[in-house]
């Protein structure tokens, strides 16, 4: 038989309605402090969740690392429910990570809806810089990792599409699987820009190197000739006596 912990992974609500009505605490923790909250979260079951927190479960009860069940979740819908809940979207684990930040690198759009919440910037990317198409050296394309988003200073219009979006799923417009689509391209559409700008920057430095170096080579030009004029008006027969005097 399953025990509390495999049955919220597994969706069973019956076998954990079952055991919760025969004593276990919607808040065990397993020998890896795993709780039914936190496995309900991150194998997306709304309904088992619902039902732990309404029979006490804790929606920030913490495991070893000091995780609410919000740090492992894997779809908007249910990092939405999880807060509705009550769950503490600006909580910090042992590593002083908010769920935003500790979603960011595997889950951008989730990050992204929390951080409408909080208000946050994005954290600082632990992976390699975002590689373009003009640096092959770079570890995202030579590994073919897909690069991630640095939203250090969200827009205001990106955050606004976001609103707009959680607020069109909330009115039932669209499904949830939708939601997560169109924050997704949210967040696709920001790295691309991004690898755009960062094209264009790329560009105009090289440009701006170049006519550096126009420049300063047109000045040594411009030295060498009057140095040379200089010399030939100051002392116009020195060239003719430097060459009589030789072999003297």
């Given at each position: ?200 920057i790329g560009e105009q430095m090289v440009v701006d190197e170049e006519q550096q170096q126009h420049g300063t080579a047109a000045a040594s030009s411009r030295t060498r000739t009057r140095t ?21």
């Amino acid at each position: 038989m399953e025990n509390i912990w495999t049955a919220a992974s597994s969706g069973h609500l019956d076998r954990v309605r079952e055991l919760v009505e025969s004593g276990t605490s919607p808040n065990a923790l397993d020998e890896n402090s795993y709780s039914p909250l936190h496995a309900a979260a991150s194998w997306g079951h709304a309904d088992i969740l619902r039902y732990l927190v309404d029979r006490g479960g804790n929606i920030n009860l913490t495991d070893s690392d000091n995780e609410t069940p919000l740090y492992v979740v894997e779809n908007v819908a249910i990092s939405k429910l999880v807060v509705e809940l009550g769950g503490d979207p600006n909580w910090t684990n042992e590593e002083g990570l908010t769920p935003a930040a500790s979603l960011q690198e595997e889950y951008p759009h989730i990050s992204l809806y929390l951080r409408t919440l909080t208000g946050e910037a994005a954290p600082a990317s632990r992976d390699a810089p975002i590689a373009t198409d003009d640096d092959p050296a770079s570890p995202a394309t030579t590994t073919g990792a897909a690069p991630q988003p640095d939203l250090d200073a969200p827009t205001d219009a990106l955050m606004a599409s976001v609103r707009s979006i959680m607020e069109r799923s909330e009115r039932g417009e669209i499904s949830e699987q939708e939601t997560d689509d169109l924050l997704r391209e949210v967040v696709e559409s920001a790295v691309t820009g991004q690898v755009e700008a960062g094209r264009a920057i790329g560009e105009q430095m090289v440009v701006d190197e170049e006519q550096q170096q126009h420049g300063t080579a047109a000045a040594s030009s411009r030295t060498r000739t009057r140095t040379a004029d200089q010399l030939a008006e100051e002392a116009p027969g020195k060239r003719a006596r430097d060459t009589d005097d030789i072999g003297r």
